[in-house]
């Protein structure tokens, strides 16, 4: 667990002379030797999945990633673009983002998205992955109010988010449950139609795993 001095210590995020966040867990457990069942992955996380696409689509691919994840920020500016125009937008995949933070601040850039709103949510995620070599930083507070500005957050809402328990615990949550319960230990991690595949995909391999269920 890291303690609340940690996380100030580690990130320098203070919010009125007050930690940003409390403890955040980060343990992770071995990966299950048992693939987890459609049951186990449709389990939402207290604050719920944001869907993007149809509810219909024949393939769901869920993914779990962090904030300050590298091969998550590749995935999300490299692949996800070409993901969504090919088979998102057209109803073949129905595509759901849990946050696994791997850090503090990685949770702090998952709260800013919860509370920017569900409209909002993956817009400012993408900003996130485009520009985390500017906001991962040593001082990260600065960059990252600028992208939440470009979000509709004032200086009042972007402490307020930063400060919110709730929101912190319910990522926290999500976090727990796929290490616990569905054995992810890295970022990215995808489940296509309960299929696992973990570290960053291209869309050719991605396509060659959604085909065959189109096909059927």
């Known amino acids: 667990m890291i303690t609340r001095r940690e996380f100030v210590a580690g990130t320098g995020m203070l919010v009125g002379g007050a930690a940003v966040l409390s403890a955040l867990g980060v343990g992770i457990v071995p990966v299950l030797a048992q693939t987890p069942t459609p049951a186990d992955l449709a389990v939402e996380g207290p604050l719920g999945d ?4 149809s509810a219909d689509a024949p393939v769901t691919i869920i993914e779990y990633a962090s904030m300050t994840c590298g091969h998550c920020a590749n995935f999300s500016e490299k692949t996800f673009p070409e993901l ?10 129905k595509y759901i983002l849990r946050e696994f933070p791997l850090d503090p601040l990685a949770a702090a850039g998952f ?7 569900n409209d909002k949510y993956y817009p400012l995620v993408e900003a996130l992955f485009a520009q985390q070599k500017q906001w991962a930083v040593q001082k990260p507070i600065e960059p990252l109010m600028a992208i939440a500005k470009q979000a509709g957050f004032t200086q009042e809402s972007f402490n307020a988010c930063l400060s919110n328990q709730k929101i912190l615990e319910g990522i926290e949550a999500t976090r727990a449950r796929a290490s616990e319960k569905l054995g992810v230990n890295s970022t990215p991690t995808f489940f296509i139609n309960g299929k696992v595949f973990r570290g960053d995909m291209s869309i050719e391999t991605m396509e060659k795993e959604i085909q065959p269920y189109l096909k059927s």
């Open 50 to 53: 944001i869907v993007m696409g």
């Open 84 to 93: 969504k125009k090919r088979y998102i937008d057209t109803g073949k995949v």
């Open 111 to 117: 709260m800013l998205a919860r509370c920017a709103g």
